[in-house]
Each structure stands twice: as structure tokens, then as C-alpha cells.
């Protein structure tokens, strides 16, 4: 499986962005996917899940803000994000999950500037 991630760049606070990623393979639709982020000098964290029944889990930071979706048709994972805030700058990566599988892309960077 690769994962391919894009729609990263820069913008300003208040923007949004909407990053995407397209898997290869034929397990996406049976996994789970989503989005982990690495800020500056900071450790990678969960930004957002969605099952493959599609349930959606949120960080506490973004909910309200960021939108998870997927589209099975495509091998796609999206990432709407509104609203974007300085804090929200960093490198998105894109992961996939599957009983003891776990595959990421290669990042794109977000940054939001002030």
C-alpha cells in the first residue's frame, strides 16, 4: 500500500485548506484512515480518524473546524480544514490502518501564518 498525500501550502488565519490521500492497493475501503500532524519541534500527533464505517474522531483542538471525510470509489481521504490557525502549521501525514498494518505517506507541509 502507498499513500499518496497533497494540498498542502500556505495560508493565512482564517483560510482553509483541504489536503488529500490517494491510496493504492485494494484494502482501503476495509481500513481505517486519517490524518496525524508533526508541528515544529513537537512530537506527531492524531489530528483526525474515520473508520471504515465511517465514524469520525476529532483531536480537541480542531473539532468544530476540520472535516474528515473519505471516498471509497477513489481510495481517497480528505481533510477539510477551516478556520486555520498559526497553531495549526506543521507537516499532515496520511495513515492507513488495518488490524496490525499500518502504513503513512509521505507529509505535506501546512503552514498558516498570523
Known amino acids: 500500500v502507498q499513500l499518496q498525500a497533497s494540498g498542502g501550502g500556505l495560508e493565512q488565519a482564517g483560510g482553509s485548506l483541504r489536503l488529500s490521500c490517494a491510496a493504492s492497493?485494494?484494502?482501503?475501503?476495509?481500513?481505517?484512515v486519517g490524518w496525524y500532524r508533526q508541528a515544529p519541534g513537537k512530537q506527531r500527533e492524531p489530528v483526525a480518524t474515520?473508520?471504515?464505517?465511517?465514524?469520525?474522531n476529532y483531536i480537541d483542538f480542531v473539532k468544530g473546524r476540520f472535516t474528515i471525510s473519505r471516498d471509497n470509489a477513489k481510495n481517497t481521504v480528505y481533510l477539510q480544514m477551516n478556520s486555520l490557525k498559526p497553531e495549526d502549521t506543521g507537516v499532515y501525514y496520511c495513515?492507513?490502518?488495518?488490524?496490525?498494518?499500518?502504513?503513512w505517506g509521505q507529509g505535506t507541509l501546512v503552514t498558516v501564518s498570523s
Open positions: 495513515y492507513l490502518h488495518l488490524m496490525q498494518y499500518n502504513y
Open positions: 492497493g485494494r484494502i482501503f475501503a476495509v481500513s481505517t
Open positions: 474515520i473508520t471504515s464505517g465511517g465514524t469520525t
